[in-house]
């Protein structure tokens, strides 16, 4: 079992968490201060190490292929496919220019040939002319503040793959976001979030930004903030935009070889997993 390491607890300085939120007005600012120096290690613990290593699973085959990745943070899952699928050409994109910076200085030491830039999801249109193979993305729509920001999120995904492409998604499980805060995880890790408004979560509504606290072992804790969207709202807005064959999949231990089922991270993660799975075509 992988070594958990410790994560400090995200602050801004002379802000308390309710400022932050209010202060900012698209969540690029906590990721490009305190969260991208610690996001990396977030990262290394069991339960979340799985939820990106499933998520890769998910994904499948893209040997040969052009794959982009929307809100690729530090490039987890991007080194993830390219590990697995060395000729696949990957680019990996995201709003904060910290965590770019980061996946590059990771890339620099650890040479895969991903390439990454700065962009946003909502405004960038095609990425590097588009026409992509394969398009994905395990943290997007989580950041749209209104259904506006949410259907430009999908257009964009629309508009960088090829005809006939594939988009896989991990979207919100509406499950996990309004039962969590009473579910305690294994694997070294709990995570609850709740509505900053302060209301029960299971009375979470669409579109509420939510406060996301992330406690170790050790007791220290990661904190940050995105708006829940449900499920079938984002099925929705997928097929708003003309997206086919889109459907909600969950995430299996079959996705992983019958050698790493044991693993706590794993179990941990399909027992309560906080994101679904959500494939889509563009039509040919």
């Known amino acids: 079992m992988p070594t958990i390491l410790p ?46 290593e499933l998520f890769v699973a998910a994904v499948g085959d893209v040997e040969g292929q052009r794959v982009l990745e929307l809100s690729c943070g530090t490039g987890a899952i991007a080194r993830g496919l390219k590990q697995a699928y060395p000729s696949a050409s990957i680019l990996g994109s995201d709003i904060s220019s910290g965590m770019i910076a980061l996946a590059r200085e990771i ?14 999801a909502m405004t960038q249109g095609a990425v590097d002319g588009g026409n992509y193979d394969v398009v994905v993305a395990h943290c997007l729509f989580c950041y ?45 890790v709990s995570i609850f979030q709740a509505p900053i408004s302060g209301r029960n979560p299971v009375d979470t509504q669409e579109g509420e930004q939510c406060q996301c606290n992330v406690k170790l072992a050790d007791g220290k804790t990661e904190t940050s903030w995105h708006y829940h969207w449900g499920e079938q709202t984002c099925l929705q807005m997928l097929e708003s935009v003309w997206f086919s064959q889109a459907k909600l999949e969950p995430f299996t231990l079959e996705l992983v070889p019958d050698s790493q089922r044991f693993d706590s991270g794993y179990t941990s993660f399909v027992d309560f997993p906080f994101s679904s799975i959500l494939p889509a075509w563009k039509p040919e």
């Open 107 to 120: 890339e620099a030491a650890e040479p895969l040939g991903i390439q990454y830039l700065v962009g946003d």
């Open 144 to 188: 749209a503040k209104d259904k506006t920001e949410l259907r430009s999120m999908a257009q964009t995904c629309y508009e960088n793959l090829r005809p006939g492409g594939r988009l896989v998604l991990a979207v919100n499980n509406d499950v996990w976001t309004r039962t969590s805060i009473k579910r305690p995880y294994r694997a070294g």
């Open 7 to 52: 994560v400090v607890y995200f602050k801004v300085k002379n802000m308390n968490a309710r400022e932050v939120v209010k202060s900012h007005q698209n969540l690029k600012y906590q990721y490009d201060n305190d969260i991208a120096d610690v996001f990396e290690e977030y990262l290394q613990t069991d339960y979340r190490r799985a939820a990106k």
